[in-house]
């Protein structure tokens, strides 16, 4: 497997469970470590806030739609048949991080007031879904720190009432005091609420600000990086109220404690992990270079992700960094790997706002995961992608990214174990 | 209606610079922005406060005046300038240079040492002949196989930031600043103006001002609007584009020659290098433009010519002005005249209205001094004296102690650093902010030390009205991170400090990120290009 994300972690689990020897390497975190922190799998895009979250698509009906209309997307290629399967492996293989797989919609307010539509979410986050959540949600951000305004979050809640959300309110609640605090990053504020004792005083400083009647805190997404250590819980407990964090921008806590947990996880199962770089140049005539040692592999997995991942580079043409298997856009209904030679102009729209081919640029793969060569057919009987190095889809933007890295990861795996 | 002595259109240089000097000489002033400061050709121009040593050939004029020029604006707004040391470098196709190429070195001393006759006019030193062996050790990164070089020194600026400082002096001698405010209409009677219309475009609100005067200073939109009062404002415009690259490539700035022959330079300014500039005829809309594929291709390529290292730097944007060139017919772009001219109105049958056009950023000072000269006879009022080359613009008062003013508020000395740089001796109060709220020691862009103080500080005191107008005031959101980490806790201080509702702070970040985005589009590769992925996960899709 290249690539420690949720894809080649996935992947790795999903082989190993099938019975193969598995070695994992991975030069660094990549997307999944700098995701909000939930899964998304297939938002309900045509939905507008006002429709009630029981009469919202259920994510595999909306998956299997959004496969339909969209060709090119990892779900329309792979087929969305195994996708309940493969979420469900995820959510078991992360028992204490995520909460368990039930084809149904979380609606989780986001760092900067947006509302995101989750088909698998971490603990931390469950208290917070809009969809379940009953009585009065209190935002409440910190008063010494400048980076969480519980504003916009009390207005997101209110924004969704329409679709059956619960009233809100916000508050600030002093965090530890001291003028050191208004400066700390958010993984060290996660660091500094694992100290002994600190998680308590947030709470009861939470507890001291509650709105009457609040029924569940919604508080930064900072509640620790390691889950042993029970910040969330110890939190809760002092405040009184149920309490859940909202999505997070980059630097994500949530999203390194899901980087963490997969570490953790595939370091069980018995996978080798290797850190450093993979190069693949002679594969399969010479063996493939894993941290500048040479390995023997019968199947190779690129999960390699994107631009952030580092699967994909562009320096005046895309690429794919490993092997430089050929790259396919679309744009405007016409798909090749002709266009991704294209000007960056070309594969971008003026409006920031609108879906971006460039971002959406990738390999294509064929229905078994394996990716296609210049002539159409797959690279290797024995090479596979999973994840976001595989386009069709804009996995930072459209709502699907880590679903689809669980989905492909969890073919891949399985193919390339078979 | 509210009545005015003169109405100033356009808030780039010369509109807020001709503001002032009216205001200053007792004038009352309206001034209508349709955006915000600086945002036409004044932001984006090359930023330099140069002698024009380029135009010497054709117009000596406009060089003294350049050089004279920028000798005062460093008296007024010392903080804002920065020395730019330029190398023009010599090659030679053989290995000893040829007679004609000896004879072309030894014209360009003659010119250099004629243009030093000007540069002790702006504080600069004499150019400098380098030999092949000094100039490597100044430049490493040039490309083999040049004879030497001439050294001779400009300035550069923070345009922006000089717009700001004018409005905000004329704003204290009493004149009313109104951006985001287009005037739409202008009003007439008899054969003279006597007011505009004008439309807020943030709140929709319209009005009337009278004046007696209107001054168009509109840059590339004046034709447009001296079409409004049935004037012809005869100009040649020229888009120009520039490109920035995510750090200083060199210590100097090279002139380098595009595949064309025309010259074109890469400098350091600021933090960063700037590639510039492309010169075209220009016939469409200044409000819809863009940078072309071609034209960063051709930038980046001419740039490489002579520093090769470019060829793979990180562009972080590319960005464009409209220069509003005096018009000819016949000679290319570059051969156009940089001198301004006033142009009356009244034999189009609009006696009041006054245009400016052409003119440089180097020489805006003495342009509104021109146009406020003009302005007062026009008003039939006596000549006063001039005094904006005298009285410091805001900031420029006092020099900083950089270090004494980091360890007073204990912020490193880095970011006090760059806050001094933009704010001059306001610095002081800027970081007075972090000793009574210490959450705004929250460093929002470590690349361009922005503190949440300073984002404070302009919302409170720099006439903010849009969160993009932060672009312009401390290069908010501008550098190679586009954002990612200051936009959204900037859009937060906003909606605290403007009173915004949740939505209209995500509206507004909105339409910050979407004006960062027009500027990357099309240099979107490599490193930049990563950063685009982690931007749109944290901001696309809506959230
Ligand atoms: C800022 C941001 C926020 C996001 N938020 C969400 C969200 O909230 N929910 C959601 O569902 N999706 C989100 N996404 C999308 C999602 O994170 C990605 O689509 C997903 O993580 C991709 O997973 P991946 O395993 O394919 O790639 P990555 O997680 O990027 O992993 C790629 C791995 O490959 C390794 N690698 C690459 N080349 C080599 C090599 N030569 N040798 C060794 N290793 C190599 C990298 O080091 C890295 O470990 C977000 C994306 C971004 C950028
Ligand atoms: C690429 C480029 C590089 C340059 N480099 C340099 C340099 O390095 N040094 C130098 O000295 N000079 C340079 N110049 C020239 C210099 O930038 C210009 O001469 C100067 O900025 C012109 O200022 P202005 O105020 O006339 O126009 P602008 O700055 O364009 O201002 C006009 C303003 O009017 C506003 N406006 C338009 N219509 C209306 C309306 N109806 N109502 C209200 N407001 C309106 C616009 O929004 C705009 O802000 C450069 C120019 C360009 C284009």
Not at chain 2, 143 to 164: K, M, S, T
Request: glycine letters at 12%.
């Amino acid at each position: 497997m290249v690539g420690g994300g949720m894809a080649g972690a996935i992947a790795a689990l999903a082989a190993r469970e099938a019975g193969a020897s598995v070695l994992l390497a991975r030069r660094g975190p990549g997307g999944t470590a700098l995701s909000g922190g939930a899964v998304g799998v297939a938002p309900d895009a045509g939905a507008p806030s006002t429709v009630p979250f029981a009469l919202r698509l259920r994510p595999m009906e909306a998956a299997r739609r959004l496969a339909a209309l969209r060709p090119a997307h990892p779900y329309a290629i792979a087929g969305v048949g195994r996708l309940a399967e493969a979420l469900d492996f995820a959510a078991r293989a992360l028992p204490g991080l995520l909460a368990p797989f039930e084809d149904r919609s979380r609606f989780l307010v986001t760092a900067g007031g947006g509302v995101a539509e989750c088909g698998l979410c971490q603990r931390s986050q469950v208290a917070g879904d809009l969809a379940l959540a009953r009585g009065l949600v209190a935002a409440v951000g910190f008063r010494g720190h400048l980076g969480f305004d519980a504003r916009p979050w009390a207005a997101a809640v209110a924004g969704m009432a329409a679709a059956g959300a619960p009233p809100s309110a916000w508050a600030e609640a002093e965090l530890f005091g001291g003028p050191e605090e208004g400066t700390l990053a958010p993984h060290e504020l996660a660091r500094a609420l694992e100290r002994p004792g600190a998680a308590e005083a947030a709470g009861a400083a939470v507890r001291a600000v509650l709105p009457a009647g609040a029924a569940v805190a919604l508080l930064p997404p900072v509640l620790g990086l390691d889950p042993a250590v029970r910040v969330l819980e110890r939190l809760a407990a002092a405040a009184g109220v149920p309490v859940a964090e909202t999505l997070a921008d980059v630097p994500s806590v949530p999203g390194l404690r899901l980087q963490a947990a997969l570490e953790a996880r595939l370091a069980a199962a018995g996978v080798e992990l290797v850190s450093g770089k993979v190069e693949l140049g002679g594969w399969p005539r010479r063996p493939l270079l894993v941290a500048g040692q040479e390995r023997e592999a019968r199947a190779v997995v690129l999960a390699s992700g994107r631009f952030v991942g580092g699967g994909l580079v562009r320096h005046g043409e895309l690429r794919e960094a490993l092997l430089g298997l050929p790259v396919e856009a679309t744009v405007g209904g016409e798909s090749g790997t002709r266009l991704a030679g294209r000007p960056a102009p070309s594969l971008t729209r003026p409006e920031r706002r609108a879906p971006q081919p460039l971002l959406a640029a990738g390999l294509r793969v064929d229905a078994a995961m394996r990716p296609l060569g210049e002539s159409g057919q797959p690279a290797h009987p024995r090479l596979f992608a999973a994840g976001a190095v595989i386009g069709g889809y804009e996995n930072a933007a459209d709502g699907t990214g880590l679903g689809a890295a669980i989905l492909t990861g969890y073919l891949a795996g399985k193919a390339a174990a078979g | 209606m509210e009545r005015f002595d003169v109405i100033v259109v356009g808030g780039g240089v010369n509109g807020t610079g001709t503001a002032r000097d009216c205001a200053m000489r007792g004038l009352s002033v309206l001034l209508l922005e349709k955006q915000d400061l600086g945002c036409g050709a004044s932001g984006g121009s090359s930023g330099m406060i140069h002698g024009g040593v380029r135009y010497m050939l054709s117009d000596r004029k406009v060089t003294e005046l350049a050089c004279r020029d920028s000798g005062y604006i460093q008296r007024i707004v010392p903080h804002l300038l920065f020395r730019i040391p330029f190398l023009v470098p010599f090659a030679s196709k053989g290995e000893r240079a040829r007679l004609e190429e000896r004879a072309e070195w030894y014209a360009f001393e003659v010119y250099f040492g004629a243009y030093d006759q000007y540069q002790p006019l702006k504080r600069s030193k004499p150019s400098v002949r380098l030999g092949a062996e000094e100039l490597y050790r100044v430049e490493p990164g040039l490309r083999p196989g040049l004879h030497g070089a001439i050294a001779f020194d400009e300035w550069g600026i923070d345009a922006n930031r000089l717009c700001l400082g004018n409005a905000l002096s004329a704003e204290t001698h009493g004149a009313r600043i109104r951006t985001w405010t287009e005037a739409r209409e202008v009003l007439r009677r008899d054969g003279r103006v006597t007011g505009v219309r004008w439309r807020d475009a943030l709140t929709g609100e319209v009005g009337e001002a009278e004046a007696p005067v209107v001054f168009n200073a509109s840059g590339a939109w004046s034709p447009a609007f001296g079409r409004r009062a049935g004037a012809r404002v005869p100009m040649r415009p020229g888009k120009g584009v520039h490109l920035t690259l995510d750090r200083r490539w060199s210590d100097y700035g090279v002139l380098c020659t595009a595949v064309d022959g025309r010259q074109m330079f890469l400098m350091p300014h600021e933090n960063e290098s700037i590639v510039g500039t492309t010169d075209d005829d220009f016939y469409g809309d200044p409000d819809d433009i863009e940078a072309t594929h071609d034209e960063v291709q051709y930038l980046l390529e001419g740039a490489a010519s002579m520093v090769p290292g470019v060829a793979r730097s990180r562009i972080t944007r590319a960005w464009w002005g409209v220069r509003t060139t005096l018009h000819a017919y016949g000679p290319n772009e570059d051969a156009l005249s940089r001198d301004h001219r006033l142009l009356e109105h009244a034999a189009d049958g609009a006696a009041g209205l006054l245009s400016i056009v052409g003119g440089k950023l180097a020489s805006y000072r003495a342009q509104a001094e021109d146009a406020t000269d003009l302005i007062l006879s026009l008003l039939g009022r006596a000549p006063a004296a001039c005094h904006t080359h005298e009285e410091p613009l805001p900031g420029g008062e006092a020099p900083v102690d950089v270090a004494a003013l980091a360890s007073r508020h204990g912020v490193a000395e880095p970011v006090a650093g760059r806050i001094a740089y933009r704010h001059g001796a306001r610095a002081e109060e800027v970081l007075r902010l972090c000793d009574e709220d210490p959450r705004l020691r929250l460093v929002l862009c470590k690349g361009e030390g922005i503190l949440a103080a300073e984002v404070v500080h302009c919302l409170r005191h720099e006439r903010v009205r849009r969160l993009q107008d932060l672009r312009r005031r401390c290069k908010l959101s501008v550098g190679s991170c586009g954002g990612l980490d200051c936009a959204r806790p900037a859009a937060q201080l906003a909606a605290r400090e403007l009173s915004w509702s949740p939505e209209q702070a995500r509206a507004e970040l909105a339409d910050l990120l979407e004006a960062g985005w027009r500027e990357r589009r099309a240099v979107l590769d490599g490193h930049q290009l990563v950063q685009e992925e982690l931007l749109r996960g944290v901001f696309g899709g809506g959230a």
